[in-house]
């Protein structure tokens, strides 16, 4: 499967735009992952890290599930990989975790997150409230953390994947 990576419009309305940045660092971590053996995705970064591909893959199905079904709609879905114990489990891989398991659940958290976020406009607030504030969030504020979110960890995605397997790219 090759993914397929799409420039946001230059010139479109917003939330269009928004939108368009979200989906594209989306499809950027895709994109890293692409090609590699279950092995290649579970390679920590570097010692004493246990940084992967696959667990920024699992770490960002967790935020998609957080901001949007939690935060935006006010629901309360349980965490995937993480628990009260091991609050990094998305990041503790075994030989047992796959990436079609782990590809499969972050697109089912980002398909519900666009369905959720489609419901709001972008100066709704989020039924869920802020930890330290107390205040609810503006989906266009969702957006836009999300968008760096992505950014920074394709930014960790970039430095795994060169030292996996020597590839680099924008």
Same mark, same amino acid.
């Given at each position: 499967?090759?993914?397929?990576?799409?420039?946001?419009?230059?010139?479109?309305?917003?939330?269009?735009?928004?939108?368009?940045?979200?989906?594209?660092?989306?499809?950027?971590?895709?994109?890293?992952?692409?090609?590699?053996?279950?092995?290649?995705?579970?390679?920590?970064?570097? %010692?004493?890290?246990?940084?992967?591909?696959?667990?920024?893959?699992?770490?960002?199905?967790?935020?998609?599930?957080?901001?949007?079904?939690?935060?935006?709609?006010?629901?309360?879905?349980?965490?995937?990989?993480?628990?009260?114990?091991?609050?990094?489990?998305?990041?503790?891989?075994?030989?047992?975790?796959?990436?079609?398991?782990? +590809?499969?659940?972050?697109?089912?958290?980002?398909?519900?997150? +666009?369905?959720?976020?489609?419901?709001?406009?972008?100066?709704?607030?989020?039924?869920?409230?802020?930890?330290?504030?107390?205040?609810?969030?503006?989906?266009?504020?969702?957006?836009?953390?999300?968008?760096? %979110?992505?950014? +920074?960890?394709?930014?960790?995605?970039?430095?795994?994947?060169? +030292?996996?397997?020597?590839?680099?790219?924008?």
């Amino acid at each position: 499967m090759t993914t397929q990576r799409s420039e946001p419009a230059q010139n479109a309305d917003e939330r269009t735009m928004l939108e368009g940045w979200l989906d594209y660092h989306r499809q950027t971590l895709a994109w890293k992952c692409e090609g590699l053996t279950d092995a290649q995705l579970r390679t920590a970064s570097v %010692e004493p890290s246990e940084l992967s591909l696959m667990g920024l893959v699992r770490h960002m199905a967790e935020v998609e599930r957080g901001w949007f079904r939690k935060v935006l709609a006010g629901d309360a879905p349980g965490p995937i990989y993480y628990t009260e114990e091991d609050r990094d489990g998305e990041f503790h891989l075994t030989e047992a975790d796959t990436w079609e398991e782990a +590809r499969a659940t972050w697109q089912t958290e980002i398909d519900t997150a +666009r369905r959720i976020a489609a419901g709001f406009a972008l100066d709704d607030l989020s039924k869920g409230r802020s930890r330290s504030t107390d205040e609810p969030f503006s989906l266009r504020w969702i957006y836009t953390h999300m968008i760096e %979110e992505y950014a +920074r960890h394709n930014g960790h995605a970039d430095l795994i994947r060169e +030292r996996v397997d020597g590839a680099t790219g924008e």
